[in-house]
């Protein structure tokens, strides 16, 4: 972006959009995506393919599609997967999510909603969009681990940090870009990667 020395106008504002949907067989809802006239019944010889969610846990607020055996009617597919029915599906995608319905039966269908956070491992927990050390805001305890997707790209912000405090963080510590963190200094970063939690056995 540039500008001369002369005329100015009123400007402009940019915001990344995650979401990508292809065909009108879905509807997007703030960050969220819907099948068709939800949460009335979506419509016959529909069809979608939905593009962003990869890497990111998504949650259904409600699914109901027409049920078969094989999903060979109506299928909302996820992982090349094909989902029906009334269970909803627990995935994160890896690949673009597709809708497909054929001519005959409509039922509520569907909405879902991206977890920007995924987290492996029981040495951490989740606290709404945030993620904190187990017992927070009493002491963790030891032999965690932990590794926490969704905060690449995004800068992240202390509420408090105490760490067992070491010269190179041999201890206990927070990891994130492969830097260690401990102590009582709040690490000020962007991640680029997983962030990594990690306790020993001690204090």
Known sequence: WKTDGSVVKGGWKLCPSLLVIKGDGCMRDGECVTSTNYPNNYG????????????????????????????????????????????????????PIEWKTDGSVVKG????????????????????ECVTSTNYPNNYGSNEACTIRGFEGREVKFERFDVEPHETCGYDALAINGKKHCGSVEPVAVPTAPIEWKTDGSV
């Open 44 to 95: 016959s010889n529909e069809a979608c393919t939905i593009r962003g969610f990869e890497g990111r846990e998504v949650k259904f607020e409600r699914f109901d599609v027409e049920p078969h055996e094989t999903c060979g009617y109506d299928a909302l597919a996820i992982n090349g997967k094909k989902h029906c029915g009334s269970v909803e599906p627990v995935a994160v995608p890896t690949a």
């Open 109 to 128: 269908g569907w909405k879902l909603c991206p977890s920007l956070l995924v987290i492996k491992g029981d040495g951490c927990m989740r606290d709404g």
